[in-house]
């Protein structure tokens, strides 16, 4: 390829010289001679990107906000996402951040171009205030492990105040 550059960098160094020999600027002069150019080759080094049939996962969103959410509701939220490898995906994993979520998955490889789901379940029940989970999934993808948020706040159930005032029972006579 050097040689190859540097074979035509040559030629048109001498097309140019001899160019610039024969012809006459407008007064009728000719040129002053060309000075002698180095042509140094410009090398490109080959570009290869690599080709891989691994699979990979395209989630349709990584994290979801349940908002405002009563105490002691399940909160549940379904993480879909495609194989967009030329293997089947194998998700090997799905590890919540606290026992207070749970995760369910398939078990099944996933084929290429098709579609799967991750169910994320939030227990709010004692659990006041805002969250944030986080949900980490294990898989022979090349973006594993990839990690799944959620959030929101639980509002705190109203306590049950007692009544203020207690009647006895009346002794029958």
């Known amino acids: 390829m050097k040689k190859f550059t540097l074979t035509i960098a040559t030629i048109l160094l001498c097309v140019l010289v001899s160019f610039s020999q024969t012809s006459k600027d407008k007064a009728g002069k000719k040129p002053a001679p060309a000075k002698a150019t180095t042509v140094t080759p410009v090398v490109t080094p080959a570009v290869t990107t690599p080709v891989t049939t691994q699979p990979d996962l395209l989630f349709e969103a990584d ?3 349940f908002g405002s959410i009563p105490e002691g509701t399940q909160a549940t939220f379904e993480f879909k996402f495609t194989n967009t490898g030329k293997e089947p995906l194998i998700i090997s994993n799905v590890q919540a951040s606290c026992g207070c979520t749970t995760p369910k998955w398939s078990n099944e490889p996933i084929a290429p171009g098709k579609t ?6 939030y227990n709010s029940s004692g659990r006041p205030g805002p969250f944030t989970k986080s949900i980490t999934v294990t898989s022979n993808a090349i973006s594993s492990p990839k990690v799944l948020t959620i959030n929101g706040v639980v509002e ?8 203020p005032v207690v009647v006895p029972e009346q002794p029958k006579n």
């Open 116 to 121: 799967g789901t991750i169910t994320a379940s």
């Open 63 to 65: 994290s979801h906000d």
């Open 156 to 163: 705190a159930k109203p306590v049950e105040q007692p009544s």
